[in-house]
């Protein structure tokens, strides 16, 4: 079985500065992680994934996440936050056939 | 390229009334289909999905049931709603297990 755990529903990051929102999961196989980004009542947009190759994986808009397995880790990281990054995150993870598990997501707040 | 469509946009039933949400992807054969349901605040929910034509799996029993008539169109369906389904629906594709899902823009059902 698979689960995720995103810590803080809520983050809130200057423009300018790193956003860092925190995913950890569990898994009994060797996991594949993805990072989705939702804006307002709109569908998610991937962000980026791991698939067991480079363990650091970088995403579109900037965005990167780096596998750690000794941490059972896959945090999202972007050096420098903008205004339209404001959107709600979600980490998710597979490992058997067909199905994702989300976390419960992270929204991201970015003030001026 | 592929594209996923899901109709309506938004949705506004009373108590006991059917329902029917329809997804169709295009561009692709055999994808996995899947329908998330995502509550105010929340996270996702897997409701369903599937890995090709009649074959339906539940995740959680509930008020709902979904069918998929043809290779790449899924129906989400109730007879009677309740006012616990009220939620922002989403649909998903797949080319195969352990992939990115892409999903669509998502109803908004609301339920008086």
């Known amino acids: 079985a698979q689960s995720v755990t995103q810590l803080g529903s809520h983050v809130s990051v200057s423009e300018g500065a790193l956003v860092l929102l925190r995913c950890n999961y569990s898994?009994?196989?060797?996991?594949?992680l993805f990072w989705y980004v939702q804006y307002p009542n709109q569908g998610l947009q991937l962000l980026l994934k791991?698939?067991?190759?480079?363990?650091l994986v970088k995403g579109i808009n900037g965005f990167e996440a780096e596998f750690k397995k000794s941490e059972t880790s896959f945090h999202l990281t972007k050096p420098s936050a903008h205004m339209s990054d404001a959107a709600e995150y979600f980490c998710?993870?597979?490992?058997?056939?067909?199905?994702?598990?989300f976390g419960t997501g992270t929204r991201l707040q970015v003030t001026l | 390229s592929q594209t996923i469509h899901q109709w309506p946009a938004t949705l506004v039933q009373p108590v006991g009334s059917p329902l029917s949400l329809e997804c169709t992807v295009e561009?692709?054969?055999?994808?996995?289909l899947y329908w998330y349901r995502q509550a105010a605040g929340r996270g996702l929910q897997l409701l369903f999905y599937?890995?090709?034509?009649?074959?339906i799996s539940s995740e959680v029993p509930q008020n709902l049931s979904a069918s998929r008539p043809q290779d790449r169109q899924f129906i989400l369906s109730s007879k009677k709603l309740l006012l616990s389904d009220s939620g922002f629906y989403l649909c998903?594709?797949?080319?195969?297990?352990?992939?990115?899902?892409?999903f669509g823009d998502g109803t908004r059902l609301s339920i008086l």
């Open positions: 561009g692709t054969s055999n994808p996995n």
């Open positions: 898994s009994s196989v060797p996991p594949y």
């Open positions: 599937s890995v090709g034509i009649g074959q």
């Open positions: 998903a594709w797949s080319p195969v297990p352990n992939q990115p899902q892409h």
């Open positions: 998710a993870v597979t490992g058997t056939a067909s199905k994702l598990t």
């Open positions: 791991y698939t067991s190759a480079a363990t």
